[in-house]
């Protein structure tokens, strides 16, 4: 079984360009998260989704950042514009339904955001 | 608020030794998750153990174990005989839960470099 799939692997963009984040779940998994991994900040939870609802966007860092999941497939984290200060590790991560593993994550390889 | 502290910032061991990984958490919920996860030189996070706040016993698994203690707020891991492929970051994380069903937003520690030498 497929885990879950992000793209691109690694992405180098210039300041003011708008940046798009793909993530697909695992198949069944209904909860989706994003999360930021930084050295100074470590890992961050961004936004999660429950059936392609956003469930709690509080660490979201400002406007430029806007997630959506138009169905249970598919994701995407967007930036815009972005700024150098967005250089980090993106993961996306999936759970299944409320279960005997629930809050179980699995997460992504990862998409490592540079911005010059 | 939930919090997460790993004071073992980074752990440099020789093979085969014995090296426990620290994890204190914080929370005000009676309900709660506590997980360990993997992160090698290769980036992905892989998970390694989730232990909810009503199951004390510890957990063997192989070289791994697992020691969660409620009385001290702690979720320590412990690798026997290490090896060089432990090398990585290891994040314990906390998920609070709630009445009705489980809060599903981690909260990680800043995480514990271990490095294995040969």
């Known amino acids: 079984d497929a885990g879950v799939i992000q793209s691109p692997r690694h992405e180098v963009t210039e300041m003011g360009q708008e940046v798009t984040l793909r993530c697909k779940p695992i198949s069944g998994h209904d909860y989706l998260f994003w999360y930021r991994q930084t050295m100074m900040r470590g890992l961050e939870l961004l936004i999660y989704?429950?059936?392609?609802?956003?469930?709690?966007d509080s660490g979201m860092p400002e406007d430029r950042f806007s997630a959506k999941m138009p169905n249970a497939s598919f994701s995407t984290l967007k930036i815009q514009p972005s700024e150098p200060r967005d250089s980090a590790v993106y993961f996306c991560?999936?759970?299944?339904?409320?279960?005997?593993?629930?809050?179980?994550?699995?997460f992504g390889p990862g998409t490592r955001l540079t911005v010059l | 608020a939930q919090k997460v502290t790993q004071a073992q910032t980074e752990i440099s061991v020789v093979e085969k030794e014995d090296v426990t990984l620290d994890c204190v958490y914080e929370t005000r919920d009676t309900t709660y998750y506590l997980f360990w996860y993997k992160q090698p030189p290769s980036g992905e996070l892989v998970f390694l153990i989730r232990r909810n706040s009503f199951d004390e016993q510890n957990e063997i698994s192989g070289r791994y174990s697992w020691n969660f203690q409620k009385s001290t707020s702690s979720f320590n891991f412990t690798i026997t005989a290490s090896q060089v492929v432990d090398s990585a970051v290891y994040f314990c994380?906390?998920?609070?839960?709630?009445?009705?069903?489980?809060?599903?937003?981690?909260?990680f520690g800043k995480g514990t470099l271990l490095t294995v030498n040969p």
């Open positions: 994380a906390l998920s609070e839960g709630s009445s009705g069903g489980s809060n599903y937003k981690l909260t």
């Open positions: 989704f429950n059936n392609n609802v956003p469930i709690d």
């Open positions: 991560a999936s759970s299944p339904p409320p279960s005997g593993r629930a809050n179980e994550q699995f």
